[in-house]
């Protein structure tokens, strides 16, 4: 099941789209679109394709909520782009799934650096890294993250501090449709 099938990439985009709209409007990712998402993803492959289809669901489940959990632990996301991302990777599989997390993750970086010069707080984002550096180099308990995402939210200057990361999903899930497609192994199955 390398391919994707033409049902699974209009759920996705579907999906993604409207999740982006409402992360960079709201900064808020709804469990009203990610969790169905999930389900859907889990219950429509394993009726198509059966068993191995289910399988091939909840690798890409695990996977998506894999590579985000440590991230949300640390209070560096929302939730909702946790639950979001084992939604694609229920409809998508653990492969693309993965090359979409790159694609983001990419994405993420080239917008931070973006809002950093706009925002002109380089000097304040070099303070952060060393703090973060120092907290991954000390590995305590006492240095964990105190400032969550949730409260960076209610910030009046919140655009300049906080990625929409649904939106940086939905990048990173039509950059890698395009990618498949070039390949032209997007609907094989």
């Given at each position: 099941m390398d391919g994707v099938l033409p049902v699974?990439?209009?759920v996705v985009v579907l999906a993604v789209?409207?999740?982006?709209?409402?992360?960079?409007?709201k900064f808020k990712v709804h469990n009203l679109l990610t969790l169905p998402l999930l389900a859907s993803?889990?219950?429509?492959?394993s009726i198509v394709p059966?068993?191995?289809?289910?399988?091939?669901?909840?690798?890409?489940?695990l996977c998506g909520f894999g590579l985000l959990i440590a991230l949300y632990l640390k209070?560096?996301?929302?939730?909702?782009?946790?639950?979001?991302?084992a939604g694609v990777g229920a409809w998508m599989g653990a492969g693309l799934t993965f090359y979409v997390f790159i694609a983001s993750s990419?994405?993420?970086?080239?917008y931070a650096l973006l809002v950093i010069v706009l925002y002109g707080r380089t000097g304040e984002i070099w303070t952060h890294l060393k703090i973060a550096w120092y907290r991954i180099s000390a590995v305590g308990r006492h240095l964990g993250a105190e400032?969550?995402?949730e409260t960076e939210v209610t910030r009046q200057d919140r655009r300049g501090r906080i990625i929409p990361f649904a939106a940086m999903i939905a990048f990173g899930v039509l950059a890698t449709l395009a990618l498949q497609w070039y390949r032209?192994?997007?609907f094989e199955p």
């Open positions: 699974p990439i209009s789209i409207v999740t982006a709209a409402t992360d960079v409007w993803g889990l219950i429509y492959h059966g068993a191995e289809g289910f399988a091939f669901s909840l690798r890409g489940a209070g560096g996301m929302g939730a909702g782009d946790v639950k979001l991302m990419l994405a993420a970086g080239v400032d969550r995402v032209g192994n997007l």
